[in-house]
């Protein structure tokens, strides 16, 4: 189950690591969260199926998780719609 865990481990540095350097884009940083929730989750699982639980706890966390991606898809299309793309230099807040 290590394996799993060390897995999971370098999964979620690398979602993190694209989501420092790819932060130009929303969608790029949006896939990058989604992955590095989706490492989470493998990390989770394996620790709850070592100790012998149920999984009721990891299918709450993927239910917010996929409320989480909707909620980035609807920023995503509402600022494409509003200013045509999805850079965050063209995006300011304080209009």
Do not use: P
């Not at 394996?3 to 420092?20: H, I, P």
């Not at 070592?50 to 709450?60: H, K, P, R, V």
């Not at 719609?81 to 230099?89: E, V």
Request: proline share 0%; with cysteine; glycine share 6%.
């Amino acid at each position: 189950m290590t394996v799993y865990s060390y897995a999971a481990l370098l999964m979620f540095f690398c979602g993190l690591l694209v989501f420092s350097l790819m932060r130009k884009h929303l969608l790029l940083m949006l896939l990058s969260i989604e992955f590095m929730v989706l490492a989470l989750y493998l990390n989770m699982f394996s620790y709850l199926s070592l100790l012998g639980n149920d999984y009721f706890f990891s299918m709450i966390f993927l239910t917010f998780s996929v409320c989480e991606g909707a909620l980035g898809l609807s920023v995503l299309v509402s600022m494409i719609r509003s200013h045509g793309n999805d850079y965050f230099q063209g995006f300011n807040l304080l209009w």
